[in-house]
Every structure is written in C-alpha cells, then in structure tokens.
C-alpha cells in the first residue's frame, strides 16, 4: 500500500497540484489517489439536492483532471476516493488508511493570518498530517 | 482497492461516519445559537413583556423547542434534505403545505437580518464612540456592510475554523458569565441607584419567584415565548448534526447534554444578573442596546469592549443559522421544482448555492433599509417587532414541523413506549405550544394597542409577521401555475413510511425528485 493523494476540490481546484502528484507518483511507479472530500453543511442536513449537485460537479471536476493524467502518463494507475466528509479529514483519513506516501494539495494564495483565522485546507493539512505534505501553488488557469 | 466513479463509494450516503468530536458538537450546538446577541436583541423585549420574569420565560421557551428538536431529529433520519421543514411538509401533508413551511423558513431567516444588521452597526461603533451610535446613517453603512460580508462568507463557503471557533465561544461565554455574576453580586445587599435622564433605577435583589410563572397573564407570557424562542434558534442544529459525529453512540447524547446546561445556565444567570442590576425597567427602557447599558454600569471599561466584542462575533457566528438555512431551502424548493430553478444553481467552484445565496443577501439589504426608514420617520420600532415577527415565524415553521412528524410516522407512533413519547408526544407538545403561540400572538398582535407601536392602526408585529407569511399564499399560487408537477405530488401513504428507529429509514426520493443519475 503506497501511493501519493491528492485532494480535489470545486471544478479547476487541486488540478495543478494533480499533475505534480502525477509526476511523482509516476517516478515512483505508485497509484495517484484523487481524493473529493465535500461536506454539504456543516450545519444541519447535509442530504438532498445540494449534496448531490456537489457529488455531481465533483464527479465532473474528477473526471476532468483523470482524463488529462490518464492520457499524458498511460502507465500511472489513477484511483479515485469520493468521501463525505470536511476536505481536510478526508485527505489525511484516505492517506492514513492507504499508508500512503505523501499528500499533494494545491495552494490558492490566502496569506497566513487568513488561513489560521478562518481555516485552509493546505494550512491544516501541512499542520495535522503525520507524512510528508507536497504543497503546489495553484495553475492561475485554473483558479476560476 | 480501486474505487471507480461509479462505485460504491457513494452508496453507503448517509451512513458515512463524520468527524466531528464531542467539543466540536457543543461548540457547534452553543455557538449557533450566537447567545450573546441573542441576550442583545432579545433581553430588553421580553423584560418589557414580563418584567423581572425574564428568567422564567427564557428557560421556559426552551420546553417547547427542546420538544421540536426530536421531530428534526427523526425526520432528518428519514429525509435528511437541506430543505428541512419544506421536504417534510410536502412528505406528511402535500406540496402546499410544505410549500408554505419552506416559506415560513426563509420569512424567519430574512426578518432576523435587519436586526442582525443593525446590532452589528450600532455596537461597531458603540466599540469607538458612545456618541456617533445614534449616527443612523453610520450605523446603517456598517448594517449594510456587514450583510454584504456575511453573504460574500457564505457565499465563498468560508468556515472558521475549529480552533478560531472555540476561542471566540469561549470568551463570549466568559465574558457573559462574568457580566451575570458582577451584576447579581452588585444587586445583592444595599444594590446601586443610578439617574438616566431623571429616571432613578434601582437594583432589585434577585429571587427564586423570577423562574415561577406565578402571577404572569397568559398574554405576557405568550409574548414572552414568541420572543424567547428566538434565543433557542439554532439550537436544533446541533441535534442535527449527531449523525455525523464520531462515536456517535455516545458523543451526540453528551453533546446535546452539555450544550443544552451551557446554554440555559448562560441564559438563566444573565437574564438574573440583567434584571437584577438596575431593576426591569431599565432593562426595557433600554432594549435597543441592553447589554451595552447594562455593561457600562456592572463591568470595567475593557470587559465593556470585550462585551462588545463578544456581541458582534455572535451576531457573525448566527449568520450561519441564518443565511445557510434560508438558501439551502430556497435551493431545495428549486431543486424539488417547486420554485424558479435557478435558486438550485451551485457555485461549481465554491460549491455553495449562489444565486440563492446573492438573492436572499440583496432581499436582505433592502428589507433592511426599508425598516431602518419606516423606523426613522415614524414612531415605530420596527427592530422591537422585527424579533417579535421571527418568533411568529419561527412557531409556525417549528410548529409544523412537529406536527409534520407525528402525521408522516402515524404508523409507527404506537409501536413502543419510546416511539409514542419520541415522536409523538414530544413533537405534539412542541408543535401545539408554537402554534398556540402563534394563534394568541396574531390574535394580540391585532390590537391597536401592541408593543412595540402600529403601522396604520395595526399592530406592528401583525404586519410584519403576518402579511410577509400571508404574502407566501400569492407567490405559491403563481408556482402551482408555473410548476404543476411538483404540486401534483401527493403526501406519503402511511404504509411506506419506514420506522425512524430501524436500521434504514431513508424515504424514497421526494415525489418528482430523482438521483442524478450517474
């Protein structure tokens, strides 16, 4: 069990740090796990027709970057985890349980005090992670 | 080991363990409920209601919304449907009345926001200066600016985080705390004489009688309620939420436990520590800002500020009960076909409702304004009645959702003991107390002669509550014109409702509503 996870969010975000996880894991000869973590609410029901229009574009967002990997690196395996829950525990239970053997995850910019403040999923991660954290700046094409 | 886009890894929706701990729950539960302004904008009206009762009202009010919250808990279980009392109404009485309980939702959610707003604006600046707060214009840019922010907040799907969260919760409930016990501790004894503008307050020794009913009309106590209520919003929440929680055998119990003693210490000792300190009359002689006035007199200059302080992250925090709500139902009513589809249109890259969301904040600033001038020009306090006409929301929508859970599992209500009380008692107590509320409230609210003042002869509080619920019969008819289908849906036979204790409750998809199929 290895491999390198990557954490995907809304349409464009997490493709950059996708294709650099790409690289390393195809050097590696590892699986690239995307990881969608989505949490509909924090507050109250989280079912229904948010929730699946969320799945929805994550799938789309998913298949999107898949496809660009898949035909630029064919030997890289690419799996996929879709999981309920706050982005940043989804990447840091995914990679835990995979035993993996780093987290790739995009940066979009927000300055320290920011992120401390109101929360980023690359700040918490880089803090909370036991194994090793591949920060990207985010691609300026794809911040939509 | 290889999950597929089409595997099962979705299947297992809603059965998915969360991650939220025992403190995070709480913390969620407490800070939703944004105590320190809720005390702010509702202490000085339910004081003026029933005077140095404050007590018995604020820990009376939260019988019945206790009672509702195991109506949203078990139809959660069943349907756990952003729209809430909406997808509920339509499952146990049909698409109108879902219809109308989605728009008592969205009515309570947009008549908080001018109140928000204009707390906010006026402790801003009551935080610099105590003169400029009277600054209408000043204090309105800011309620302006800070509806614009919040919308924006929510919007980009921005959380604080968890440790952010505890610290701001965490001084809001010391700070209060501390004010309570200063103020109590001052009271006692010879207490404090202070002169405002020639009236002499005086402290009133607090006594056990405050949380006895004892001598309290049924009108000043349904007065009460339908603004104590208020300060229980949210709450539910955190019952909500337990599905997510780790361990959630043990951990959603607990936490509801704790947050629930929290929140009625907090809000017993405070109501004690205000109407103590200087007498009821002043606490309703000043309920625009009475945690402010009554802060000057108890606490040092900096806990003033930190009051202050505390106030306004609160008032921040309950955007979150607020704004969420609103257009996750608005999203849900679209997405269900019941109203204009846009609202169900996601932010593909923030993946929050935006139109919605745009739409209710631009609601939001307008209805603001248009108080803010009714206000100003004449003799009404449409703030005062603005938290009255969220209560009037709030029983209705509360209301029907109690009575939404005891119709949809009628089936099941004779099964066990637990069943009967858990979703059939609980619920009908809560949902008969809110609509009583409710009825005796419109019924006062009739006469002219209701605080907090009239607008062409009649009360205040009926025109704002009411006529904004009522105008949700004319925009229903023009969605049943526009919509048929999703008004074609019948409610949920009986037989197929799945027992909310067992293994699978999830209902089928509601009426027109599919899977995406993928």
Known sequence: MAGIVVGIGGSGSGYEAARTGARVADLMKVPLVLVFGYEASAMGPRGGPLEDQIEAVGDEAIAEIRAELAAARPALTIEVEMVRQRPVDALLDVATARNADAIAVGHGGSGPFRAALLGSVTYEIVHRATLPVLVVPNDADDEA | ???????????????????????????????????????????????????????????????????????????????????????????????????????????????????????????????????????????????????????????????????????????????????????????????????????????????????????????AITAGLVLAVFIYWGWDTCVSVNEEAKDSSRTPGLAAVFSTVVLLLIYLITAYGSVALLGPQFVSDNSDDAMYALGKVALPTIMVKLLLIAVLTSAAASCQTTILPATRTMLSMGSHGAAPPKLARIDRRRLTPDFSTFLFGGISIVWYVLLVVISHNTSTDAYSASIAAVGLAIAVYYGLSGVSCIVFFRRHLLKSVRHFVMIGVLPAIGGVVLLYVFGKTVWDAAGADYAPGTVFGVGTVLVFGTLLLALGIPLMLVCARKYPAFFRIRPEPADVVKDPTGADTLAEPLGTYRKVAR
Request: hydrophobic residues 50%; contains cysteine; proline residues 4%.
């Open chain 2, 1 to 219: 080991m290889t999950t597929t886009l089409d595997s099962s890894s979705m299947a297992d929706k809603g059965l998915k363990g969360g991650s939220l701990g025992l403190v995070a729950v709480i913390v969620i539960g407490v800070a939703s409920t944004a105590p320190g302004y809720s005390l702010a904008a509702s202490i000085g009206l339910v004081t003026g209601e029933v005077g140095a009762k404050a007590p018995f009202v604020m820990l009376f009010a939260f019988v019945p919304m206790a009672c509702i919250a195991a109506s949203f808990y078990y139809l959660n279980k069943a349907d756990p449907d952003c729209g809430t009392n909406f997808t509920w109404g339509v499952r146990a009485f049909g698409p109108k009345a879902g219809w109308i309980a989605g728009w008592g939702c969205i009515v309570a959610d947009l008549v908080i926001m001018p109140n928000l707003a204009g707390i906010s604006g006026q402790y801003v600046v009551l935080l610099f200066s105590e003169s400029a707060a009277n600054n209408i214009w000043l204090t309105t840019t800011i309620g302006i600016a800070f509806i614009t922010t919040m919308t924006w907040i929510c919007w980009k799907g921005i959380e604080l985080s968890a440790r952010s969260q505890v610290l701001l919760l965490g001084t809001e409930l010391a700070v209060l705390g501390a004010f309570a016990v200063i103020a109590i501790a001052k009271s006692t004894g010879g207490g404090i004489t202070r002169v405002v503008d020639g009236t002499t307050y005086q402290s009133v020794s607090p006594k056990l009688s405050w949380i006895s009913p004892s001598g309290l009309s049924t009108s």
